[in-house]
């Protein structure tokens, strides 16, 4: 049984599905199973990683995907650690390229120091990665919905986005076969895009024109607090993190289509599949 942490998040939930496809035994992990809408297929199982009893979730588990949203080391640590008693034989964690680049910024440190937990524990491991999500252009759903337009901060470099299919592709592969045990795996798209060009692609999908402004960093800041109310606590570890990973961004490596023998998906794919979400709100 492969037991997936951050099932219904953006990777998740298409890791899920993609596991019981392949023929595997998935338990799901939520802390709401009835909000949660896991594929039916899996065993939903409620949990909190903060609080709830490990060996009780381990129990049975031979393989776990671990994904952690709060960027904690030492929860991941708990789970490797619950996970070799419970007899698990392989680890899958999701990180950060920035380990690959060696950032500085804190969300990095923690998926290196959560690495080397997964690394120390005992069963064997793989860790996956990603560069920037496709996904996070999510961000510019309000804008655009309510005025055609898209903010950027003007330090925003050329990105390599990651679809997050093809990081539950890679996961699907690594968690059904073998060969994949103690590698690590960078993961991008294949192609770096300026912020402009990623607009006008979306532009394109949508089918109306989209107002591109570039903005100062202070300003974007702003925006996040006024906006979407986020603590300026978590808006500085963002740009944090973004400063730290700006020379990196345009990167591309080519794992996805060597383990995958097909190239990554394109932001075209993905603005396309996404583009009714976009609808103008009158
Ligand atoms: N976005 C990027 O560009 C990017 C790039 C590289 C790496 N990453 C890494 O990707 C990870 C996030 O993945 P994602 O975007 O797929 O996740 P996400 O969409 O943010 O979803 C978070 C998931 O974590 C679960 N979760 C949150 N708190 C939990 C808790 N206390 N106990 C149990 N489960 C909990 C949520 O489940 P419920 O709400 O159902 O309980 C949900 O499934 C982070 O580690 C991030 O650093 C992101």
Known sequence: MIFVLGATG?????????LLDAGAHV?????????????????????????????????????????????????????AHAAAQAGVTHLVKLSTTGVHFGQQDPITLAHAEAEQAIREAGPAWTILRPGAFMDNRFAWLGSIQAENAVYVPDTDPPSALVHVRDIAEVATLVLTTSGHEGATY?????EALTAEQQVAI??????????????????????????????????????????????HEHVVFDTVE?????????????????????????
């Open 10 to 18: 953006k990777v998740g939930r298409h890791l899920v599905p993609a």
């Open 27 to 79: 338990r799901a992990l939520t802390r709401d199973p009835a909000k949660a809408r896991i594929d039916p297929r899996a065993e939903a199982v409620r949990g909190d990683l903060g609080t709830s009893d490990l060996p009780a979730l381990l129990a049975g588990a031979d393989r776990v995907f671990v994904l952690t949203q709060g960027h904690s080391a030492d929860r991941e640590a708990a789970v």
């Open 186 to 190: 960078e993961l991008t798209g294949g």
């Open 202 to 247: 979306l532009a394109e999908a949508i089918g109306r024109p989209l107002k591109y402004v570039e903005e100062t960093e202070s300003a974007a800041k702003d925006r996040l607090v006024r906006t979407y109310g986020w603590p300026a606590k978590a808006v500085d570890g963002l740009f944090a993190l973004k400063r730290e990973s700006a020379p």
């Open 258 to 282: 060597r383990l995958l023998g097909r190239p990554p998906l394109t932001f075209a794919a993905w603005a396309r599949e996404n583009a009714s979400a976009y609808h103008h709100l009158e």
